[in-house]
């Protein structure tokens, strides 16, 4: 199985941040997170921190927009102190936020912070962030987006020709065990339900699932891992947390607080399958690259459950 993370051992870890930080560092714990980056948690002084490592430094510096942007007291978001190079590495060191990566807690625990789980959600949907004139898709660390509406940013997340990791990605029929029928037919599909998505835009986490939240019972207390993040539609992130927590309910739960307010989510059921077949299918052709057959399988799964629901 393939990894797309930098080479990054403990003892190579606290090496760099010895010299990062100019003096010796201690408690440096590496974190899971995410599929391109190595983090470590570590001790300097009286203060906890995090490190992120990353072959590239342009999502380093996006995140550190969002920081400054939509940050405290707005939102959860952890201090961003430095970012650097070090090397052919780069990195970001940030604030380490009490509490708990909510996917590492019981059941019950879980349950306990769905309220404010729910809270924390409607503050980024809440967020100002702009005429919809400004673009739809990913944000550049200069905060612009680049396509004219949501449906126009899902269909360019499938060009054969975008720049970045997925660059010529329609090799994968012929190299790995990617269905070139399967997947074209839930393409198409995903696309009729994009029609379905706000003219509006909103702030789009993009990676929206526990292992990007701390929590301490009752009260979320961060939110993490901003690399992904994009103005379009919110549902996304709706979808993005169903799919991988779908014990939480919290499609259901999210209406319900929003009726409560007063507020109407037009064509609710429509932009959530929507998304959720838009991230499926990108889960798809990125375990197909990783060479992970396991997942690619439980992603199909998923997808055909789906669509025959």
Known sequence: MKTFKPEMTLDLAIEHLNHIEGETVRKVTPIEMGELSKVFSYRKGDADYVIHFKSNRESLDKQLYIYNKYGAPSLPIPRIHKIGEFGDIHYSISDKVSGTPISALEPEQIRNLIPSLVHHFILINQVSVG??????????????????SWPDCLESFFDQEQEGFHHGWKSLYESSFLEQDFFEDVYETMLGLAQYSPQERYLVHGDFHLGNMLGED????????????????????????????PMLEFPQRLLQAMTERGVEIPYFEERLLCHQLFKTLDALRFYAKKDDANSYQFIKNRIMSLIDS
Request: net charge negative; charged share 20%.
């Open 131 to 148: 005429d919809s004139g400004e673009g739809f898709g990913w944000i550049t660390p200069e905060g612009k987006a680049s396509h004219r």
């Open 218 to 245: 009752p009260f979320v207390t961060g939110i993490v891992d901003w690399e992904m993040a994009m103005y379009g539609d919110f549902m996304l992130d709706v979808a993005v947390l169903h799919i991988w927590h």
